[in-house]
């Protein structure tokens, strides 16, 4: 999945206000997923559903909740970035399917982890291809396990920016890189199959789009 680098003075992300020294969550629904925190109803479920039936998430939920950090999960509708000049812009490219983005201060100090899904992209690929819903909720349970446990955890478990685990680079397979591994702990207990590779091909949707 892309990663979301952003220049950012603060996040407005609807829910909740994000600055680099802190997070405030008035509004945001926790649910069973505890430090992971959205207020969108499928990525509630999505969490929900994950947390009931992988063990090593339950484990990472357990262990960021004791560091106070939080993984708060939002669409792109909620994210706006307040530029140097003042000015409120998209802070999201709605091409991609996901992205994530540690929120840190001066020193590396990571207070939270912006975990961005592009719900509307995934859910109309399935409303074209008049796929089951199953298939939509596996493919949600896919990115979150990505980006939430792959990339998010290590970051909230550190506590700074050396938490970071990289997606594939050019040259080495894709099934070493560290997000992917990670990715890859949460399908096998979900039964959801193995990521192999940097593209988007072990979604349903993309095996649906080859039909």
Known sequence: M????????AVAIGLVAVMPTGVRTEGADRGA????????????????????????WRAA??????TGRTAVVVTPDEVVVAETDGQARAAFDRSEVAAVSPVSDDTGRVSAVLVVVNVAQIQAAHER???????????LERVLAHEVYGHAVPYLLAGDLSGRCADPVPGTPAAEACAIQRENVIRAELRL???????????SLARLLRH
């Open 61 to 66: 939920l357990a262990a960021v909740a004791g």
């Open 2 to 9: 892309a990663r979301w680098n952003p220049c950012v003075l």
């Open 129 to 139: 291809l008049s796929s089951l819903p199953g298939e939509f909720h596996a493919d």
């Open 193 to 203: 199959g193995r990521r192999t590779d940097a593209t988007l091909s072990s979604l």
């Open 33 to 56: 997923a505890g430090p992971f925190i959205t207020r969108h109803a499928e990525l509630r479920a999505a969490l929900d559903r994950i947390a009931r039936g992988s063990a090593s």
